[in-house]
């Protein structure tokens, strides 16, 4: 069993950063893939960015490519988004999640086994 926790969200004005953490228990994220995603009132989750635990190959969405930056912290065992320029349709509940399968397409959000409870990321304009 895993339990993730995330955290760093807050308030930011449009053009600011933030960076969230997903923090995990119980195993550690070793052979894993670890994948952000987010959900804005009355929208579906979404698929932000994810990257494989072993290797650090990354895939973002198109809206967030150029802007947000996953990364891992194994000796930590923490997976990192630093959000850059962020803007106003950035704002949601953001959601760390993980797999043990690292290699299968990273995007659909039913392929994940394990959820955190969510941050509240909100960007004013």
């Known amino acids: 069993q895993v339990q993730l926790v995330e955290s760093g969200g807050g308030l930011v004005q449009a053009g600011g950063s933030l960076r969230l953490s997903c923090a995990a228990s119980g195993r550690t994220f070793s052979s894993s893939a670890v994948g952000w995603f987010r959900q804005a009132p009355g929208k579906e989750r979404e698929f932000v960015a994810a990257?494989?635990?072993?290797?650090?190959?990354?895939r973002y969405a198109d809206s967030v490519k150029g802007r947000f930056t996953i990364s891992r912290d194994a000796a930590k065992n923490t997976v990192s988004l630093q959000m850059n320029s962020l803007k106003p349709e950035d704002t949601a509940v953001y959601y760390c999640?993980?797999?043990?399968?690292?290699?299968?397409?990273?995007?659909?959000?039913?392929?994940?086994?394990?959820w955190g409870q969510g941050t509240q990321v909100t960007v004013s304009s």
């Open positions: 999640a993980t797999r043990p399968d690292a290699n299968s397409d990273y995007v659909p959000r039913t392929t994940y086994s394990y």
């Open positions: 990257i494989n635990w072993s290797g650090g190959n990354t």
